[in-house]
Nanobody
């Protein structure tokens, strides 16, 4: 059974930093890669970072240079480091991966950025 568990969210002031974690069981990030998405109230879920099994990363322009995705293959955990946070980064952040045409999501972790 595949399970993704996110942690690390919280309340931070604008300009601050957070590190989100996504621990996986039943699936290997080193083989399948992972993505981080976020969803703000009233908005569609959007991709904010991606990492392949080989470690190649990709980001949309909105977070490029501020967010960093990385993985620990031993711990089977993917991280999302958030820097220079803005109020518009406030959202629930989700970890996602896929295998054999199935997609798996974590439960999400709330990030709130105050002025």
């Amino acid at each position: 059974q595949v399970q993704l568990v996110e942690s690390g969210g919280g309340l931070v002031q604008a300009g601050g930093s957070l590190r989100l974690s996504c621990a996986a069981s039943g699936i290997l990030f080193s083989r399948n890669g992972a993505n981080w998405y976020r969803q703000a109230p009233g908005k569609q879920r959007e991709l904010v970072a991606a990492i392949t099994g080989g470690g190649t990363t990709n980001y949309p322009d909105s977070v490029e240079g501020r967010f960093t995705i990385s993985g620990d293959n031993v711990a089977n955990t993917v991280y999302l480091q958030l820097h220079s946070l803005k109020p518009e980064d406030t959202a629930v952040y989700y970890c996602q991966t896929s295998q054999d045409w199935k997609t798996y999501w974590g439960q999400g972790t709330q990030v709130t950025v105050s002025l």
